[in-house]
């Protein structure tokens, strides 16, 4: 398993444990062409507020974008995990 993959991994579990992201369509792990690449990507919500994703380019580079209200409270880029969990816990 990689490095990306643990990270997009340990991302859906922290944002299942939240309880607060019930998109209706819940929380999906994905991969989508980024460059020459492809980049992992976990895309979540929070009903009628916020539809985002978080693309892991790398291990120290984070990226969410997404729309909705809520979108300046969530987007942004995060140098890891950790800052992200830091940021989403408010």
Same mark, same amino acid.
């Given at each position: ?25 819940? !929380? %999906? ?7 020459? @690449? ?9 009903? *009628? =507020? ?5 693309? !892991? %380019? ?7 974008? @997404? ?9 942004? *880029? =995060? ?12």
């Amino acid at each position: 398993m990689s490095e990306r993959e643990q990270i997009q991994n340990q991302i859906v579990e922290f944002l299942e444990s939240k309880g607060k992201f019930n998109a209706p369509y819940g !929380i %999906i792990e994905g991969m989508e062409p980024y460059g020459k @690449g492809k980049v992992r990507t976990v895309t979540f919500g929070i009903a *009628r =507020y916020l539809d985002a994703t978080i693309e !892991i %380019i790398k291990p120290n580079d984070i990226h969410v974008r @997404g729309r909705g209200p809520l979108a300046h409270k969530y987007c942004g *880029r =995060y140098e890891s995990f950790e800052k992200l969990k830091q940021a989403f816990d408010v």
